[in-house]
C-alpha cells in the first residue's frame, strides 16, 4: 500500500506540487471515450446475438465487410490532399498487415462461441491486456509503473467477478461442441486483438488518424471480399434475407464504424492500454441491454464488477506511462514553454539592460540542462524534433552571449570618455 501511495505521489497529478487541470481533463476524457467504445462494442454483441437467435444467420466476415467500405470514406481526405497514390505505395507494409490481422481478431473470436461457452469467451478474452502491456514495452518501450500493474490486476478481478456471476447463473451450462478448440480460437483473438491495437497506437503516432483510417478501410475491404469469396460464399447464397437481418447488419455496423473511428483518438490520449481496460465494461453494457432485449435477469455482482473495473481505470489514470519518444518531445516542448514565460518575467520586472541578458542568459542555460536532464532520466534517445529544439537553444545561448559582449564593449567605452 504504501508503495502505491508513493508511486501515486510521483504521477504527473503531483509531481510539480498542484494538480494540472489540463492533464485531468486529458485523462477524463480519456476514460469517457473509453465508455463510448465499450457501449459501441456491446451493440455489435447484441446484433450479433440478434442476428443468430432470430435468423439464425452467423456471417462475421460479411458483417464486417459494411464497416470496412464505411471507412474507405477516409480515402477522401487523402486524395484532397493529394497523397493518397504515395501512401499506398509508401505505406502498404504497415497498415496491409494491421488490416489483415484486424479482420481475423473479429472474424476468430466470433467462431470461439460456437465450439465454447461464453464464461470461457469472457474470461481469456481478458488475456488481452497482457499480451498489450507486453508489447507495449518491447515495441513502444512504454514503461509501466507498479500502480498500473496493480491497476490491471484489479480490472481482471472485476472481470472475474462478472465471470463467477455467470457460472452462478448457470450460463456456462450448456457447454460447447469442442471447448478446447474454442478455448485455443479465444486466445489466439486476444493475441490478434493485441497486436493490432499496438500496432495501430505505434502508426496513429506516427502517422494520422485519417490515414491509418483510410488504409485499414481500404485493405479491410479487400481482405473482408476475399475471405467472404473463400468462406462464406455458400451462406450468403442459402440465406433467406429481409428487412430485419438487413437492419441487424447495418446495425452492427454503424456501431463498428463508430468504434474505428474513435478508437485512434482513444488511442493519441490513453493508449493501447487503457482502452483494452476500458473495454472491459463492454459485457456489462451488453448484459444491461439484454434483459430488455432477451429477458435476462441482472444479478448484483455486475454492479460490483462494473465499479471494481471503472475504479481500475481510474488508479491506472492517476500515474502516466513513460513513453520513448513523443512523450518524451511534448515534455521538452512544454518545459521550453514555461522557462520562456519566466524569462518573460524577468524582462519585465529589471530595467537594467545588461542584467536582462544575463537573466537570458541564465534562463537559456537552465533550460538546455534540464532538456538534457529530462531525456537521460528517461532514459531516451534524443528524437530528431529534440535534437532542433537543443540547437536552437544553443543558438538563443549563443545569441545572448554575443549580446552581453556587446553591452560590456558600450561600457568600457562610457567609462574611457
Avoid at 17 to 33: E, N, P, S
Avoid at 205 to 226: E, H, N, P, Q, W
Avoid at 396 to 407: A, C, D, F, V
Amino acid at each position: 500500500m504504501t508503495g502505491i501511495i508513493s508511486s501515486i505521489k510521483e504521477s504527473s497529478f503531483f509531481k510539480s506540487g498542484f494538480i494540472d487541470k489540463r492533464l485531468i481533463k486529458k485523462r477524463l476524457t480519456g476514460l469517457a471515450l473509453g465508455q463510448l467504445l465499450s457501449v459501441m462494442i456491446a451493440g455489435t454483441g447484441i446484433f450479433s446475438q440478434l442476428l443468430v437467435k432470430k435468423y439464425g444467420v452467423n456471417i462475421p466476415t460479411t458483417q464486417s465487410l459494411l464497416n470496412y467500405i464505411l471507412l474507405c470514406v477516409y480515402l477522401l481526405v487523402l486524395v484532397k490532399r493529394g497523397v493518397l497514390w504515395e501512401t499506398i505505395k509508401t505505406k502498404s507494409i504497415y497498415f496491409a498487415p494491421l488490416a489483415l490481422v484486424d479482420l481475423e481478431a473479429n472474424y476468430i473470436v466470433v467462431k470461439a462461441y460456437q465450439y465454447t461457452t461464453i464464461t470461457s469467451v469472457m474470461l481469456l478474452d481478458c488475456f488481452t491486456i497482457p499480451c498489450v502491456v507486453v508489447l507495449s514495452r518491447i515495441f513502444l518501450k512504454t514503461r509501466f509503473t507498479f500502480v498500473h500493474i496493480i491497476a490491471v490486476l484489479i480490472a481482471l478481478a472485476g472481470m472475474a467477478i462478472l465471470v463467477v456471476s455467470d457460472i452462478i447463473e448457470g450460463e456456462s451450462a450448456n457447454g460447447g461442441s469442442n471447448p478446447l478448440l474454442g478455448d485455443f480460437l479465444c486466445l489466439a483473438s486476444s493475441v490478434c486483438y493485441a497486436i493490432s491495437n499496438v500496432g495501430q497506437e505505434a502508426t496513429v503516432k506516427k502517422y494520422d488518424r485519417v490515414t491509418y483510417l483510410a488504409m485499414i478501410g481500404l485493405y479491410g475491404s479487400i481482405f473482408c471480399g476475399i475471405q467472404i469469396a473463400i468462406l462464406e460464399r455458400n451462406e450468403l447464397a442459402t440465406m433467406a434475407w429481409s428487412g430485419g437481418v438487413v437492419g441487424y447488419i447495418v446495425g452492427f455496423a454503424l456501431c463498428l464504424f463508430i468504434m474505428y473511428s474513435f478508437t485512434p483518438t482513444m488511442m493519441e490520449i490513453a493508449g493501447a492500454t487503457v482502452m483494452n481496460l476500458s473495454l472491459l465494461t463492454s459485457d456489462m453494457f451488453g448484459i444491461i441491454v439484454a434483459i430488455f432485449v432477451f429477458d435476462r435477469d441482472l444479478s448484483w455482482l455486475y454492479f460490483l464488477s462494473f465499479f471494481v473495473i471503472v475504479s481500475a481505470l481510474v488508479i491506472y489514470n492517476l500515474s502516466a506511462p513513460h513513453v520513448k519518444s513523443s512523450e518524451v518531445q511534448n515534455l521538452i516542448n512544454n518545459d521550453n514553454s514555461n522557462n520562456n514565460n519566466i524569462s518573460n518575467y524577468n524582462n519585465g520586472s529589471l530595467n537594467d539592460s545588461s542584467n536582462n541578458n544575463n537573466n537570458s542568459n541564465n534562463n537559456s542555460s537552465d533550460l538546455t540542462n534540464s532538456s538534457t536532464n529530462l531525456i537521460l532520466d528517461n532514459g531516451d534517445e534524443i528524437t530528431p524534433g529534440g535534437a532542433d529544439i537543443l540547437s536552437s537553444t544553443v543558438d538563443e545561448i549563443t545569441t545572448s552571449g554575443e549580446s552581453e559582449e556587446n553591452l560590456n564593449g558600450l561600457e568600457n567605452n562610457e567609462n574611457n570618455v
